[in-house]
């Protein structure tokens, strides 16, 4: 055997066994995702301010309120709402300052006539109801993904 081909071979070698696989290189690598932009829609954001105390002084309990909710406001949005419980204060015409407990319904639907409907006759029905003098209805037009 001749030893000057002897390096040369150990050389190749050398390079052969430190070389990746092939079939690593060979798997091609997913490109990272690109981000999707939520598809936005437009709705009517309507919220709803409702006091929670009676002109006698009383509460309105929560099951009045449960009540309220389940018989007026959820047959006109069966899609959904939002009830977040807050404190208010007012002043009524010729009053003193008023502090009391408050719900606000946040909803969001496509608009509609009949949807302007519905919201006059959950502010009707809650006057009414429970003896208010008002409530304070919020109107906006937003884009919204769900």
Request: glycine share 4%; net charge neutral; aromatic share 8%.
């Amino acid at each position: 055997m001749n030893l000057s081909i002897c390096p040369l071979l150990l050389v190749a070698l050398t390079r052969l066994l430190s070389a990746p696989p092939a079939l690593a290189q060979a798997v091609p690598q997913a490109p990272p995702a690109a981000p999707v932009a939520p598809v936005l829609r437009t709705f009517a954001r309507d919220e709803l301010y409702f006091g929670l105390s009676k002109p006698d002084g009383t509460p309105v309990s929560d099951q009045e309120w449960q009540d309220y909710l389940a018989e007026v406001v959820t047959p006109r949005f069966p899609d959904g709402l939002t009830v977040i419980e807050a404190n208010g204060q007012f002043r009524p015409p010729g009053g003193s300052l008023v502090r009391e407990r408050s719900r606000v319904i946040v909803l969001l639907y496509p608009s509609t006539p009949t949807t302007a409907l519905a919201i006059g006759e959950l502010v009707r029905e809650y006057k009414r109801r429970f003896r208010q003098l008002s409530v304070l209805y919020v109107h906006d037009t937003v884009q919204a993904a769900f």
